[in-house]
């Protein structure tokens, strides 16, 4: 019987020892694979932003790099003037997709908060302006903007925050006051500004002195000011983050709610990213995409075009190699992209104007027309909405969709519109246009109509 129960005894022993040792064992196993694919990450961040660790933007508390800029009434003022109440710094640019789909969006948050708009004046009328007892501008004057009824337009310079004795009245301290520093032309600049009737004071900065100063290398982006001058937010990148930054923070508080979370989703589309896709960009949660090596700015003309086969919204296939020996005018769009919205009848109207259909291709070296011109639209999400837009704005073009962005990284720009012109041999034409307007002046090209070129631009 002692014998058994010693017998018992040493295979339980046996057990646990071979339990523990093979736990061990699976332990050490697993923590080599949790340092492989760390390693793995490791080198796939370096292989995609650089080796290099240190964080993008300027740290937090250190002081906002002090600049005086013209405004778009020609008069300079500078950030030291705004001291005492908390700012939002936002970096802007015109020809920016992204800026462009974040101005009403500005519009619609200083107008939940109440802020009073500025006369059109700020934004360069002449002071020799008047209104005429109707209230009718003159021929070379401006309408005030709603909600005032001054009995003449404000000269250039004053506007928006200004006491009558000309200082800047207080702002309250509920909400940041935004300041926009853009680039470009002053005349485009205003248009857009009016347009989207976006009053906060817009400073012009000749390239992009200013923005690398306070190293925001990209639009839009920015960082929230204390009113003691310092920096109180991480460089936020993408106008979700920006909107996220105005909306969540207190402004009389230093430390903010971190924006990374928004960073990438801002830069990835013009509209807002669900929750399935936000998984997709997790992995550079703590990675600015300003220093991603993938490249972001366009195919240059001369470039092969990308090839694709992509599956069309009407049924079937599409690929581009069954393009070849007619251009393409090839056009990115999202249905939840506001510009995408009002560029979309005006390619249709030129579709049915000068499409493939409307003109068969002439052999070269003959007189004639030119070679067809196929308009295709390239675009995302669910075929739902796309086909919901595709009723909506009567288009007849070729529309496919891809996945994610895999072919807009391909064509190496993630902004949306954009488009390519490309050759009848598959080279890309012409630089990549992004934005309404120089869409349409590339389609304008396209056509090899220089008038209606000139009158797109315009």
């Known amino acids: ?30 923590g ?117 009824t001054p009995d003449r337009p ?17 702002h309250s301290t509920e909400h940041p006051l935004l300041l926009l520093v853009s680039t470009g032309d002053p005349e485009k600049n205003r248009q857009l500004f ?4 976006v009053t906060c004071p817009v400073f012009l900065q000749k390239e992009m002195e200013v923005a690398t100063s306070y190293k925001a290398h990209g ?50 589309t013009s509209a807002a990213i669900t929750a399935d896709e936000r998984g997709l960009v997790s992995r550079f949660s703590d990675r600015s995409l300003a220093r991603s090596k993938i490249k972001r700015d366009g195919l240059k003309a001369g470039t092969a075009a990308p090839d694709f086969r992509l599956p069309r919204l009407d049924g079937g296939e599409l690929s581009l190699k069954e393009l070849r020996g007619r251009r393409v005018l090839l056009v990115f769009s999202d249905p939840e992209c506001g510009p995408c919205d009002a560029l979309a009848p005006k390619l249709e109207t030129f579709y049915r104007e000068h499409g493939s259909h409307a003109r068969p291709p002439s052999p070269r070296g003959e007189g004639g027309p030119r070679p067809a011109l196929e308009l295709v639209m390239i675009s995302r999400r669910e075929p739902k909405e796309n086909r919901a837009k595709v009723k909506e704005h009567g288009l007849t073009f070729p529309v496919v969709l891809q996945q994610q962005w895999e072919i807009s990284r391909a064509y190496a720009m993630f902004a949306t519109p ?41």
């Open 1 to 30: 019987m002692n014998n058994f129960l010693a017998l018992g005894l040493a295979l339980t022993w046996v057990v646990v020892l071979g339990g523990c040792w093979l736990g061990w064992q699976l332990l050490r196993q697993n």
């Open 219 to 268: 639009t839009p982006t920015g960082y929230l000011i204390n009113a003691d001058g310092k920096i109180a937010s991480e460089l936020a990148v993408g106008g979700d983050a920006l909107l996220g930054l105005a909306k969540g923070s207190p402004a009389s508080k230093s430390e903010i709610r971190n924006p990374k979370s928004e960073v990438d989703q801002g830069l990835l």
């Open 418 to 458: 954009m488009a390519y012109l490309i050759d009848e041999a598959g080279v890309i034409a012409h630089d990549v246009a992004v934005g309404v307007e120089p869409i349409l002046a590339l389609r304008a090209k396209a056509n090899g109509n220089k008038d209606e070129m000139g009158a797109a631009t315009h």
């Open 154 to 170: 404000l000269p250039a310079g004053e506007g928006a925050g200004r006491d009558a004795r000309g200082a800047r009245a207080p």
């Open 32 to 148: 080599r694979m949790l340092l492989r694919i760390e390693a793995l990450e490791k080198r796939l961040d370096e292989l995609e932003f650089g080796e290099a660790s240190e964080p993008s933007g300027l740290p937090i508390d250190s002081v906002a790099p002090e600049f005086e800029l013209p405004n778009l009434a020609g008069e300079r003022e500078s950030l030291g003037q705004f001291r005492g109440q908390p700012l939002l710094l936002i970096f802007f640019n015109p020809a920016c997709g992204f800026c462009r789909e974040v101005a009403p969006k500005l519009a619609t948050l200083m107008a939940e908060w109440g802020a009073r708009a500025p006369s059109r004046a700020g934004f360069g009328a002449t002071p020799n302006t008047s209104l005429g007892e109707t209230g009718a501008h003159s021929p070379g004057g401006l309408q005030p903007l709603s909600g005032e």
């Open 194 to 197: 009016i347009e989207h009737n």
